[in-house]
C-alpha cells in the first residue's frame, strides 16, 4: 500500500444541523489517531450554515471544513440566496466544492463555474473542482470530450492550478450505488492528469480524485488504482462509522 498522501473528503450536500457536531468530532478523533498509520487528509464539505459553528467548535489541524458552492460575484450584492466565496472563507472553510453535478444539473454552465473558481481562488480556498459525465453521454462514447471541455471550459491557465483538485465523479454513479469498471475508471484518471499536463502545458500532475457511491465495501477495489488521489464522498460521509470504516479499509 503507498504512502503518499490521500484525500477523504466528505460532500454531506443537503444534510445536518448543529447536532451533526459529533459526526465531524469523531471523525476527528479518528483523524487524529490515524496520523502515524495513515498518510491521510480529511474535509468534511458541510452546508454553509454550520461552517462558523463548527470551525469554532473543532479547532483542529486534523481535520478541515469546505463549502459545497458560492456565488461568482466576491463582493456583497444583489444576489438573494447566494453567499460569496469571501464571506465562505470568513466563515473558517478551507475547501469548497465547485462544478457538482447536482449544480450543474441546476443550470450551472462551464463557463459560470470558471468564474466561481476564480472567485474561489481570489480567496486562498482549495477549490474541488468536479466534472463528469451523464449516462446518456457515457452511452454516446463522448465521455473523454465531455471530460476535456470541461476541463478546458473552466480552468485558465492564470488561475492558481495548484490550488485545484479535481475530482472525477460520473454523474451516473453518484447516489446509484453504481460504480465505474476498475480499468476503465483508472483509463478516466489518467485521462484527466495527462489532458490537464497537455492543455496547461505544465510537468505537474494535478490532483485526481474519485465520487460516486464509495462505500465502505467497495473502496478496497479502488485501492489497486495508485493514480486516484482521494475520495470525494456523498451519503457515506453523513456517518461518521461509514466514512471511517472507509478510510481503514482503504489501508486493509
Ligand atoms: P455519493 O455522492 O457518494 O452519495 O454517490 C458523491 C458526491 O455527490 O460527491
Excluded at 470558471?114 to 477549490?127: D, H, P, T, Y
Aim: include cysteine.
Amino acid at each position: 500500500m503507498t504512502n503518499k498522501l490521500k484525500y477523504f473528503i466528505g460532500n454531506w450536500k443537503m444534510f445536518g444541523d448543529f447536532g451533526s457536531f459529533k459526526i465531524i468530532n469523531k471523525i476527528n478523533k479518528f483523524s487524529q489517531k490515524s496520523q502515524q498509520k495513515f498518510n491521510i487528509k480529511t474535509v468534511l464539505c458541510v452546508p454553509t450554515t454550520l461552517l462558523h459553528f463548527f470551525n469554532k467548535k473543532i479547532k483542529s489541524k486534523y481535520i478541515s471544513l469546505g463549502a459545497q458552492n458560492c456565488h461568482h460575484h466576491n463582493e456583497y450584492g444583489p444576489f438573494t440566496g447566494s453567499v460569496s466565496a469571501s464571506m465562505i472563507k470568513k466563515s473558517g472553510a478551507k475547501f469548497i466544492i465547485l462544478g457538482h453535478s447536482e449544480n450543474r444539473s441546476g443550470g450551472e454552465t462551464n463557463q459560470l463555474i470558471k468564474k466561481k473558481i476564480k472567485s474561489a481562488l481570489s480567496e486562498k480556498l482549495r477549490v474541488i473542482f468536479c466534472i463528469g459525465e451523464t449516462l446518456k453521454e457515457k452511452k454516446a462514447g463522448q465521455t473523454f470530450s465531455i471530460l476535456k471541455k470541461q476541463i478546458r471550459g473552466s480552468l485558465d491557465k492564470k488561475f492558481n492550478l495548484e490550488s485545484v483538485i479535481l475530482a472525477y465523479e460520473p454523474v451516473w454513479s453518484i447516489g446509484t450505488n453504481k460504480i465505474p469498471k476498475i480499468n476503465q475508471l483508472q483509463e478516466k484518471i489518467k485521462f484527466i492528469k495527462s489532458e490537464f499536463k497537455k492543455y496547461f502545458n505544465t510537468k505537474k500532475v494535478p490532483l485526481v480524485l474519485y465520487g460516486g457511491s464509495v462505500n465502505n465495501k467497495n473502496i478496497t477495489l479502488f485501492s489497486s488504482i495508485p493514480e486516484i488521489d482521494g475520495f470525494l464522498i456523498g451519503g457515506a460521509s453523513q456517518s461518521s462509522k461509514k466514512f471511517i470504516d472507509i478510510i481503514k479499509n482503504y489501508y486493509k
